[in-house]
Every structure is written in C-alpha cells, then in structure tokens.
C-alpha cells in the first residue's frame, strides 16, 4: 500500500503467480484521509525486459552493459463515482490479460524477463498515488518432444555455424540455471 498525505492505495491480487494467456483479476483498494476529488485510475500489467552484454572499447577493458525495455502490455482503467469521500473506502475490481505465447518470468546471466501490475490514482489538487506488486508469469513450454526431431533453424552469416552439444533441459524454467555446451564451427576465419 503506498500512502500520501490524502489517500492510501492498495492492491490485492489473488496470487503472485499466474500463467500465460490467464487473467489477473485485481482488486484496488481507496481511502481518503478528507474529501478529496479523483481525476481517475488505471491498473496495468507491465512486462520489463533487461539484456546484459560485454560491450568493448577500443580504450577500455570490456565492461558489461544493460539495455532494459518496459512494455504495458495490458491495462484497464477506472472512474470513482464522484469525490472520495473522508473515511469512506472504494473498492473497484479490474481484469488484466496475461498474453499467451509471450516470454514467461526469467532470470539468467544474459536476460531478465520480470513482470509487474502497478496501479495508479489521479488526484486533483494533489500528489498522485501508486502501487506497485511484483508478479510472476509462468510459460506454458513443455519439453518440446514434439519438435525435439526437428533441426534448428538457421541463420546463415557465412562465418560459423552454432549448436549445442548438450542441454541440462529442454525446459526453461523461472528461477532455475539452463546450462550446457554451445558449439561454434568457423566456416572462415572472423572476429566476434
């Protein structure tokens, strides 16, 4: 719950953890400390995704830098019925989709996929207020039996070719570390 001096603002999900393509079905929750009017609310479902890779320069060592994209990819929004009275609570319940067939919840070395709902209210006259709950999405990828007899696709740049030579899985899963051995097979000699 996140308070200012005139209202407090929570949000009640029914859980942390929901799978792609299922709903997030929200409760936000408004008490205001004095009447106070309301230009209006909304609740998102918001999806960071944070990329790590060795950057070189030409005067430095190499370092590690991070590009990071936030996308909402679901929102909904609310009206009070007029001014917020002193005292009185407001209770509105809001739906937000979860995409199917998107990326799930991960974090590894290379990529962070993380997902949030904040909502926010709109005061006239004064500070708006937020609240934000951390969620995690779950993938609905199996062990891809089905494909596993398919070749990979490829990408042909004329310099190597990739695979893999073992997997610990063919599942990735939040939270859990996916190793193996990537094979790289030069076709000619280049720099990467």
């Keep these: 719950m996140f308070t200012n001096t ?4 929570g949000l009640e999900l029914p859980g942390t953890s929901f799978a792609e393509g299922a709903t997030v ?3 936000v929750r408004v008490m205001a400390a004095r009447d106070v009017t309301a230009a209006g609310g909304s609740l998102e479902l918001v999806r960071t995704i944070t990329y790590r890779y060795t950057a070189w320069s030409p005067y430095a060592a190499p370092f590690t830098a991070a590009a990071r994209a936030a996308e909402v990819v679901s929102r909904a929004s609310f009206q009070p019925d ?3 009275a002193a ?4 209770a509105r ?3 937000l989709a979860v995409p199917a067939g998107g990326p799930g919840s991960a974090h590894t070395e290379l990529v962070e ?6 909502a926010r209210l709109r005061i006239d006259q004064g500070r708006d207020v937020e609240a934000t709950r951390p969620i995690t999405v779950l993938s609905k990828a199996r062990d891809c039996a089905a494909v596993a007899h398919i070749p990979p696709e490829v990408e042909d740049q004329g310099a190597a070719v990739l695979g893999f030579e073992s997997l610990s899985s063919r599942r990735l899963v939040a939270d859990q570390p996916l ?3 990537l094979t790289v097979q030069p076709l000619r000699p280049f720099s990467a």
């Design 6 to 9: 005139l209202v407090d603002l």
């Design 25 to 27: 079905d929200a409760t």
């Design 82 to 84: 007029g001014p917020l």
């Design 87 to 90: 005292g009185r609570p407001l």
């Design 93 to 95: 319940p809001l739906t």
């Design 113 to 118: 996929i993380d997902w949030a709902v904040p």
């Design 179 to 181: 190793s193996g051995v």
